[in-house]
Each structure stands twice: as structure tokens, then as C-alpha cells.
T-cell receptor
Framework: GAVVSQHPSWVICKSGTSVKIECRSLDFQATTMFWYRQFPKQSLMLMATSNEGSKATYEQGVEKDKFLINHASLTLSTLTVTSAHPEDSSFYIC???????FGSGTRLTVV | GENVEQHPSTLSVQEGDSAVIKCTYSDSASNYFPWYKQELGKRPQLIIDIRSNVGEKKDQRIAVTLNKTAKHFSLHITETQPEDSAVYFCAASGRGGATNKLIFGTGTLLAVQP
């Protein structure tokens, strides 16, 4: 139980375009979803906390207009990287149930 | 906000030896301390966790200890095996409280030499 499905698993996009990443809770209702970013050989850095039906809470230094988070239902949270640049290339991963379960991650490469 | 420090950053042990990874946290409101194992390119997997009302927890070869007064907690792996090789992360959270964010430590690369 407590499975989070994350898509896509990897994506390559051109600089300046937007990319949407989805995390779906398959067998439970996720009222809260955490979004992390992980650069190679580094730790998971919390970007934001999304709460169903309300605005996401962003960590200091994370641009909320660049990383749009939507949590419109109890089973779906999305992260949209807008106007992506090469420095946004990273591993993005969501987590639900306060860290009990993680999505499989999305490897974003911006060229 | 919460800050979690983790040591060592790399750890090499011989198969069968024990491995210990230590973490300290800053926020006394944190009450939940999970440990994760992450293999290259994969998602973190929860391997053990401990809550603030418990001082020690064990699951087969893995144990975690918590010292709330000193605000540090440790992961102990006994009888290490090559398949234990991975990056291990500690984390801290004020789960259920006002600050429920899960903040990760910097990670420890464990290498178990056969």
C-alpha cells in the first residue's frame, strides 16, 4: 500500500519551455505532498509543501513563479517547471505520508 | 527552521563489520526521525524510523537510537553485507505538529567491501 506514481520518469526539454511532473497517490488520499530536488551526489532539498485545496508553501530561495505547484485533488499533485534553464536540470521527487513513500523521481535535463 | 547534519559523508567497512551513521538536528520540536537508503538513480526507501517518545528501535540488523537532550540520533547496521552499500540519509520532522516538513541530512555513502 501507499504507492505514489510519478511521471514522467525522465524528460529532456529545450531551454525556455515548461515541464509538468505529476505525482499520483494510487491507494490512499494524499492531503500533503512534499516536493524535493536532488542534484547529483547531494541530498534531497525540500522545495515546497503542497496541500490539497490550498496554496503551496515554498521554502526560502525557491521561486514560486518558476516552480508552480498544484494540488487540486486528494490523489494528484503536480509540479511545473516554467521557462526551464539548464541549471534546473536535476532529479525531482515527490513524497507523501510524511516521508513514508516517495515517487520514483523525474530526471529533468534542460538543453 | 530545522537543520540536520549528518556524519560521516563516506564510510567504508569490511563485510561483517558494523557501520554507524550519526545525525544531529536543531529544532527541538522535531519528533519524527526516519532513515532512508537510496541506491543510485532510485527513490529513497524508508528503512527504519523512530519517534521522540522512544529511545531505541531495532529491526533485524538495523537499529536507531535517539538522544533528545543532545538532539542527535544514530543508525547502526550490524553484520554488514555488500548489498548494504548505498547512500543513507537521515531526516527530521515535526510530524503532526506545526512544522511537519521532512528535512534531510547530507547523506552518507556506505561502501561494504567484500
Amino acid at each position: 500500500g501507499a504507492v505514489v506514481s510519478q511521471h514522467p520518469s525522465w524528460v529532456i526539454c529545450k531551454s525556455g519551455t515548461s515541464v509538468k511532473i505529476e505525482c499520483r497517490s494510487l491507494d490512499f488520499q494524499a492531503t500533503t505532498m512534499f516536493w524535493y530536488r536532488q542534484f547529483p551526489k547531494q541530498s534531497l532539498m525540500l522545495m515546497a509543501t503542497s496541500n490539497e485545496g490550498s496554496k503551496a508553501t515554498y521554502e526560502q530561495g525557491v521561486e514560486k513563479d518558476k516552480f508552480l505547484i498544484n494540488h487540486a485533488s486528494l490523489t494528484l499533485s503536480t509540479l511545473t517547471v516554467t521557462s526551464a534553464h539548464p541549471e534546473d536540470s536535476s532529479f525531482y521527487i515527490c513524497s507523501a505520508r510524511y516521508g513514508y513513500t516517495f515517487g520514483s523521481g523525474t530526471r529533468l535535463t534542460v538543453v | 527552521g530545522e537543520n540536520v547534519e549528518q556524519h560521516p559523508s563516506t564510510l567504508s567497512v569490511q563485510e561483517g563489520d558494523s557501520a554507524v551513521i550519526k545525525c544531529t538536528y536543531s529544532d527541538s520540536a522535531s519528533n519524527y526521525f526516519p532513515w532512508y537508503k537510496q541506491e543510485l538513480g532510485k527513490r529513497p526507501q524508508l528503512i527504519i524510523d523512530i519517534r521522540s517518545n522512544v529511545g531505541e528501535k531495532k529491526d533485524q540488523r538495523i537499529a536507531v537510537t535517539l538522544n533528545k537532550t543532545a538532539k542527535h540520533f544514530s543508525l547502526h547496521i550490524t553484520e554488514t553485507q555488500p548489498e548494504d552499500s548505498a547512500v543513507y540519509f537521515c531526516a527530521a520532522s515535526g510530524r503532526g505538529g506545526a512544522t511537519n516538513k521532512l528535512i534531510f541530512g547530507t547523506g552518507t555513502l556506505l561502501a561494504v567491501q567484500p
